[in-house]
């Protein structure tokens, strides 16, 4: 699990990838989020939001990496547009029934994620996405 998690919204992927070492909230508007395992979160959402396979999200290395490592150090990733699509046109329903399927998820794995904090995080997600893809801008994650 990640430490840091912080979702944020950029005008392109060398834009985002400069915040690798010093973190988006100084640069970008960004959303913050700890104990979040957010690679497997996003595939998770866009198989939950529109269909998607885990195993072929997998394969076709979604999410995309931007700058860093998959070790111990800090990572920028790009949500995917499909998810971004997904996400800025999801119905508050929709997004709200996402988010108990995943908390059940976690339920499984015996992590635990609260439906109502599912639901938050969805949700500012849905928005914050939507107010980039109005600005030309795309979403991405830095996780340290």
Known sequence: MSII???FAAPDDASAARVLRTGPRRA???LSFGN???????????CLLSGGNFEELVEATEPRI????????CVVFAISPRLSATLAEAERSELEDSAV???VR?????????????????GD???????????????YCWVA
């Open 66 to 73: 931007i700058a860093g490592q998959n070790d111990d150090g």
């Open 101 to 103: 399927a995943w908390s």
């Open 28 to 30: 970008f508007e960004s």
């Open 125 to 139: 997600l849905a928005a914050l996405v939507a107010s980039a893809r109005g600005q030309g801008q795309g979403v």
């Open 36 to 46: 979040v395992d957010p690679e497997g979160a996003v595939i998770e959402w866009e």
């Open 5 to 7: 998690v912080e979702f």
């Open 106 to 122: 976690h339920a499984e794995g015996r992590e635990v994620m609260d439906a109502e904090i599912a639901s938050v995080i969805l």
